[in-house]
């Protein structure tokens, strides 16, 4: 395993993925680690233009043209990512499985066609280690509601969020040796002590 690893941190909104990167990247600055840091959609200077579009109140995209503006903007992504692969550790919040997750089990597009385009654009690149972080619908729900303001992807029904969050879960038991699962209903210390003593193995 390298020790400058890809790790991702994914799950549904509110589920705790923000404040645990933060957690980690601090982490790291503290322990003088070199890192990125991206999100998706985000990262680079162009990705976050599209991000904006994606996330926008006012947009209505079908389900087709949200998954192309979404591999559009880790396309953005791609030459960042192989300039720090295996140099850096990589942390990144949301990556190829919330696509899976979101697009083929939340809206039912082609799984063949998520994948053909995400092998187009990572190559060889690969994820070393992924944090699901799971959350009741009930939390999720009070979480959202604390935010000053909510995107699109904030604002859908719970019949959707059951359905990524449940992907998400399917997507766990087919790579449980590169995944741990987060319950984010627990206290956010436990849950923080957790991740910081997977990261300092992933990393040494």
């Known amino acids: 395993m390298s020790k400058n690893p890809i790790i991702v941190f994914e799950g549904i909104e509110g589920s705790g993925k923000s404040l645990h990167i933060n957690n980690v990247a601090n ?6 680690r070199k890192f990125i840091r991206i999100r998706e959609p985000g990262g680079s200077k162009n990705s976050e233009k599209i991000r904006k579009l994606i996330l926008d109140n006012k947009s209505s995209f079908n389900v087709n043209t949200d998954l192309l503006l979404y591999m559009s903007a880790r396309s953005e992504n791609i030459n960042l990512i192989k300039k720090n692969y295996k140099k850096k550790i990589i942390l990144i919040d949301r990556f190829v499985d919330s696509t899976i997750a979101y697009q083929h089990y939340g809206f039912g597009v082609d799984i063949k ?3 053909l385009i995400n092998k187009f654009l990572l190559q060889n690149i690969q994820v070393t280690f992924t944090f699901l972080n799971i959350v009741s619908l ?6 959202l509601k604390k935010r000053k303001k909510l995107n699109r992807y904030d604002k ?6 059951n359905k990524v969050q449940k992907g998400f879960l399917d997507i ?5 040796n590169k995944y741990l699962k987060v319950n984010s209903n627990l206290e956010i210390n436990l849950n923080k002590k957790l991740i910081i003593n997977k990261i ?5």
């Open 27 to 32: 982490y790291l600055k503290k322990i003088n």
């Open 113 to 115: 066609i998520i994948n």
């Open 138 to 143: 009930k939390n999720m729900n009070n979480r």
């Open 156 to 161: 859908f029904n719970t019949v959707f969020y």
């Open 172 to 176: 766990l038991k087919k790579k449980k």
């Open 200 to 204: 300092k193995k992933l990393i040494k």
